[in-house]
């Protein structure tokens, strides 16, 4: 089953015979067999005929409308859908499923951060990078032995810290300066775009999963309350290297960000200004929506990793004998 992903402006969406034909003026981009899709995410500004919403509904195929950045505005489902059973499965896997979970996202976290700081280090070696890649090594051996939520976050910490601190060692920019890590609020211009590009994804993610019928609120690794959607939280973890933290080296190490021009500084904290916000989300749609070759042997775009990984997870809830792994970069 196939995601139809519309990320270009001004697409036109219709309905020939048992196809979804996508256009863009004049111009053929796509066609789809309606047998063939699973559900369609619209990002930005795209129209879609009733014939074609018609078929969809009829046929159980949720059509989704996203900002370009992937915040969810809302989505067509027919009346008769629901994900009752799901929630009543996601609310039935047992503590060592969980906790099994738990450990992966953990390792993978701690493995991804790793394997950055390799690319870095090949590019320019420092006694830092060198200290933290040993470290993250250890740490992803202690977290396949725990045996304890509070354990693993612990460890998670401890990880980020040890990432974190030779991130300075990967910058190239001698206008961006970053000493430790800090959220509430950024302290500096790159505090702020790792915050900005976290909150991006796990926005995306919240949307894929309420997509899939998941609760957002039933996680493994992250404790969830009725205002923390705690399995976003779980699965951002697998992309916060791959994705985020690349292009925030991008970014600053080929000047694309100024210091000065882009970031403003209020209660205490510094933000994205307007104008370094469109920059920002400019580079991180151009990266999302480059084609990447699959498992199915297609290219995606990179939109479509996130969505595998909520469907892999939406497997495990199914059969847990099955467990989920994270996407683990090499």
């Not at 489902?77 to 499965?89: C, E, F, K």
Request: with cysteine.
């Amino acid at each position: 089953m196939r995601t139809l992903y519309v990320s270009r402006q001004g697409c036109y969406l219709a309905l020939r015979q048992e196809q979804v034909v996508v256009r863009q003026g004049e111009t053929l981009l796509d066609t789809v067999q309606l047998p063939l899709l699973e559900q369609i995410l619209i990002f930005g500004q795209s129209q879609v005929t009733t014939q074609l919403i018609r078929a969809c509904l009829w046929r159980d195929i949720p059509i989704a409308y996203l900002s370009r950045l992937g915040f969810c505005y809302g989505r067509m489902l027919p009346i008769a859908r629901g994900h009752r059973q799901l929630v009543r499965y996601q609310q039935q896997v047992g503590f060592p499923d969980r906790l099994l979970v738990a450990r992966q996202i953990v390792q993978t976290k701690l493995k991804n951060s790793r394997v950055l700081l390799l690319r870095q280090q090949r590019r320019r070696s420092s006694p830092a990078l060198a200290a933290a890649i040993d470290r993250l090594e250890e740490l992803s051996q202690q977290a396949h032995r725990g045996e304890a939520i509070d354990y693993l976050m612990g460890i998670e910490g401890l990880g980020a810290r040890v990432y974190y601190g030779a991130f300075a060692d990967c910058l190239d920019n001698a206008a961006f300066s970053f000493s430790r890590r800090s959220r509430r609020p950024p302290e500096d211009p790159v505090n702020a775009l790792l915050s900005f590009g976290y909150q991006v994804v796990w926005n995306h993610l919240l949307t894929l999963i309420e997509l899939q019928g998941l609760d957002p609120y039933l996680a493994c690794l992250h404790e969830g309350n009725h205002q923390h959607p705690a399995l976003a939280s779980d699965l951002v973890e697998e992309f916060r290297a791959s994705i985020v933290d690349s292009l925030v080296l991008y970014l600053v190490n080929r000047r694309v960000m100024d210091a000065q021009q882009d970031f403003e500084y209020q209660n205490g904290g510094c933000l994205l200004n307007d104008g370094g916000r469109r920059k920002f989300l400019r580079a991180f749609v151009q990266r999302m929506e480059e084609p990447l070759a699959a498992s199915d042997g297609e290219s995606h775009p990179r939109w479509h990793g996130l969505n595998t990984q909520v469907k892999a997870y939406k497997q495990f809830v199914y059969d847990p004998a099955c467990s989920y792994r994270p996407y683990q970069i090499r």
